[in-house]
Structures are given as C-alpha cells and as structure tokens.
C-alpha cells in the first residue's frame, strides 16, 4: 500500500511565500515522477508542476518563476516552493505520484488527500 502524505499549506498573505511537502511511503519498487496538482472552487483541477526521476521539471504558465519544485535525495519526499503568492492561487494542493510497483513491474498512479493553501490579505 502506498501512501502520499501532505504538509505546509495553510494562510498566507499576498506576495507570501509557503512551502509544501509531499512524503511516500509503502510498497514501492521506484518514484518516475513526483508533482502537485491544485484545484479551486468552480475551476478544473490544473497541474502546478512535475519532476521526474531524472530531475526534468514542468510548471504551469501561472506559476512560472514564482513556483520551484524539488525531491530530496531519497526521491521519496518532493517540495513545491511557492513564492509571490496571489490570491488566484488559493486552492486545495494534491500531491501526485507516479510509482514503479510490482513485479510484475508495471507503473501505478497516487494520489495525496489535499492540502489547503489560502492566499488572503
């Protein structure tokens, strides 16, 4: 069983910065990817930003420069560093993870129960 735990949301003010972190644990043979999607009230679930296992990183255009995403040395637990928080950005954050189980040796998709992040003066 594998398990995706977030932590660090909460209330910021705007141009505020938080950090927020993502911890795997369980049964799993390797981490291929690690991210964060967020979702808002009335708006469609949007993916904030990816790493992979060799280090690539993807960001949404609205987060660009603002957001940077990170995994310890283990692999096991990512980051999402948020920096200039703007109201648009209030959300609830899930933390996403692409998982190599098995064998048989096959790719399974995680995912975290949400974090809430408020950016409000």
């Known amino acids: 069983q594998v398990q995706l735990v977030e932590s660090g949301g909460g209330l910021v003010q705007p141009g505020g910065s938080l950090r927020l972190s993502c911890a795997a644990s369980?049964?799993?043979?390797?981490?291929?990817?690690m991210g964060w999607y967020r979702q808002a009230p009335e708006k469609q679930r949007e993916l904030v930003a990816t790493?992979?296992?060799?280090?690539?990183?993807n960001f949404a255009d609205s987060v660009q420069g603002r957001f940077t995403i990170s995994r310890d040395n283990a692999g096991n637990t990512v980051y999402l560093q948020m920096n200039s928080l703007k109201p648009d950005d209030t959300a609830v954050y899930h933390c996403?993870?692409?998982?190599?189980?098995?064998?048989?040796?096959?790719?399974?998709?995680?995912w975290g129960q949400g974090t809430q992040v408020t950016v409000s003066s």
């Open positions: 996403y993870s692409r998982m190599i189980v098995g064998p048989p040796y096959r790719y399974n998709d995680y």
């Open positions: 369980g049964s799993f043979f390797s981490i291929n990817a």
């Open positions: 790493i992979t296992s060799g280090g690539s990183t």
